[in-house]
DNA sequence: TATATTGTTACACC
DNA sequence: TGGTGTAACAATAT
């Protein structure tokens, strides 16, 4: 499940490899994942040959000049003022392959991606936009679930994108202080913290497995309203967001689901969550059984004992 | 075959 | 009206 830490790290390996390379042709296999203009990416619309004939037409040639990142959106810059917008929801993946490496990357792919068997050689059915470079390199778009999205738009529709418009302060930027993050959430008085934290609004880029880990080091209980929290408390919160994310963009995200690096790679974060997906099992510091709850809708982990 | 999955938006409700 | 909570939605593996 891609959060922040996962997203920064595919942006940055993105940009590595990607920069200054030229886009030779491009191929879409699934026209419902890509759109041009700014508007919202509706889910059941349906999408004209004429629209995925001017998407590829506007990529051809295009050089990338950078990959960036707001939130969890992954901006590509390429020359001629074009920017690409890609959301990976919950199971999209780039992989990238350099010609020479092509082999080698497949066999380590094959080798790594045990989770999902279709996805066994590249392309695959999950395979739904193909980019192929003018140096014979190659960046796949895979995405089981097809929740994920591509959006095409020009510079001055950049600044019209809704997605934006919604977003709250970057967790890792200097303005994002503990002072800022507490006018944030009186916002919110009333909800549940762990629903606050993932509420792009107040901050971006948490979701569902990074909440419960930065309220476990925070020893705060995922359904506690923010009015109940002590000072103490919310500094503690705001310290781990800071805390947890690095580590976790350090260790290139979690592998939780299907996230997979650029190369094929697992991220070794999982190896370092304390309550995320792991319910019944014993608490690393305490020993106490992890218990969840559902909040919205969605489940939450927690130690009954470590956190208050 | 029903279910669980998650980020995000749409919408109903005070 | 604005803030809040919840349902709906995408598609598929298990």
Not at 6 to 14: A, N, P, Q
Not at 93 to 100: G, N, P, T
Not at 232 to 261: H, N, P, Q
Not at 290 to 298: A, P, Q, T
Request: proline share 4%; charged share 30%.
């Amino acid at each position: 499940m891609p959060e922040l830490p996962e997203v920064e790290t595919v942006v940055r390996e993105l940009n590595k490899k990607l920069k200054n390379r030229i886009i030779a042709s491009v191929q879409v296999n699934a026209p419902k994942m890509i759109a041009v203009g700014p508007d919202v990416v509706s889910n059941r619309r349906e999408v004209s040959s004429s629209q995925v004939l001017k998407f590829i037409k506007l990529l051809q040639g295009q050089k990338v000049l950078s990959v960036k990142r707001r939130a969890k959106l992954i901006i590509f810059e390429f020359s001629r003022e074009l920017f690409l917008l890609v959301h990976l929801k919950m199971t999209g993946q780039f992989i990238f392959e350099d010609q020479k490496q092509h082999l080698k990357t497949l066999g380590k792919y094959r080798l790594l991606n045990k989770i999902f068997a279709p996805l066994t050689q590249l392309p695959s059915k999950h395979t739904h936009v193909v980019f192929k470079l003018r140096d014979k390199s190659c960046l796949y778009f895979n995405d089981v679930r097809k929740f994920g999205y591509l959006k095409l738009v020009s510079q001055s529709e950049l600044a019209h994108v809704r997605e934006f418009k919604d977003y709250g302060p970057e967790p890792l930027a200097k303005a994002f202080t503990l002072q800022k993050f507490k006018t944030q959430i009186q916002k919110r008085k009333t909800g549940k913290i762990k629903q606050v934290l993932m509420d792009n609004a107040v901050v971006v880029g948490i979701g569902n497995i990074y909440s419960d880990e930065i309220l476990f080091h925070a020893k705060v209980r995922p359904m506690r309203t923010p009015a109940s929290l002590s000072e103490k408390e919310k500094k503690y919160i705001f310290k781990y967001i800071l805390e947890v994310l690095k580590k976790a963009i350090k260790a290139k995200g979690s592998s939780v689901g299907d996230f997979i690096r650029t190369d094929g790679n697992w991220g070794s974060m999982g190896k370092h969550h304390f309550v995320y997906g792991r319910r019944g099992q014993k608490c690393k510091k305490c020993g106490t059984m992890i218990e969840s709850i559902k909040l919205g809708g969605r489940t939450g982990s927690f130690c009954p004992k470590c956190q208050k």
